[in-house]
Each structure stands twice: as structure tokens, then as C-alpha cells.
């Protein structure tokens, strides 16, 4: 069995910082892609960062230059480190974990961790 654990949510106050971690544990093989999706309050999920097995990384607009995403594909890990948060970045942030092999892709998910950014 699988398993995506989050940690590192909370409160913070505008313009400050958190990190995420995320653990996968069970039988998980051929990790190629490793990431961290939010979804706020009455909007739709969304890619925030990932990065590839490769060690290339992706950010969504609206975090680049404040975020940074770690990971290690065969220690099943991956980080977000958040700074210079603001209120828009209030979200559930879930981890994200894909595999590929020759018998196909899988795509597991986190329970998600609360995010709250507000004086």
C-alpha cells in the first residue's frame, strides 16, 4: 500500500515562510515526477511547483522567485519552501507523486495541509 504524507502547514503572518515536506512510503517505483498542488478557497486545484526526475523544476507564475521546490525521487521526498508569503497563497497544499514505467503511469496524492496566510 501507498502512501503520501504531508507536514509543515500552518499559520503565518504576510511575508513570512514555511516548508512543506512530503514523505511516500509502500511499494511506489519509477518516480518521475514530484510536486506540490494548492487548491484555495473556492477556486479550482493548481499546479504550484514540480520537479522532474531530472531535477528540472516547474513554478506556477505567481510563486517564482518565492518558492523553491526540493526533491528525491529515490528517497520518495519532496520539499516547498514558501517565502514572502501573501493571503492569496491560502490553500490546501497537496503533494503530488507520478510514476512511469512500461506497465504505465500512476499519480499519487496527500492528504493535503492547511495553509494560512493572515495577520
Known amino acids: 500500500q501507498v502512501q503520501v504524507v504531508e507536514s509543515g502547514g500552518g499559520l503565518v503572518q504576510p511575508g513570512g515562510s514555511l516548508r512543506l515536506s512530503c514523505a511516500a512510503s509502500g511499494r511506489i517505483f519509477s518516480i518521475n515526477l514530484m510536486g506540490w498542488y494548492r487548491q484555495g478557497p473556492g477556486k479550482e486545484r493548481e499546479l504550484v511547483a514540480a520537479?522532474?526526475?531530472?531535477?528540472?523544476?516547474n513554478y506556477v507564475d505567481s510563486v517564482t522567485d518565492r518558492f523553491t521546490i526540493s526533491g528525491d525521487s529515490a528517497k520518495k521526498t519532496v520539499s516547498l519552501h514558501m517565502n514572502s508569503l501573501k493571503p492569496e497563497d491560502t490553500a490546501v497544499y497537496y503533494c503530488?507523486?507520478?510514476?512511469?514505467?512500461?506497465?504505465?503511469?500512476?499519480?499519487?496524492w496527500g492528504q493535503g495541509t492547511q495553509v494560512t496566510v493572515s495577520s
Open positions: 520537479i522532474a526526475r531530472d531535477g528540472t523544476t
Open positions: 503530488m507523486i507520478r510514476t512511469s514505467s512500461r506497465w504505465g503511469t500512476e499519480t499519487y
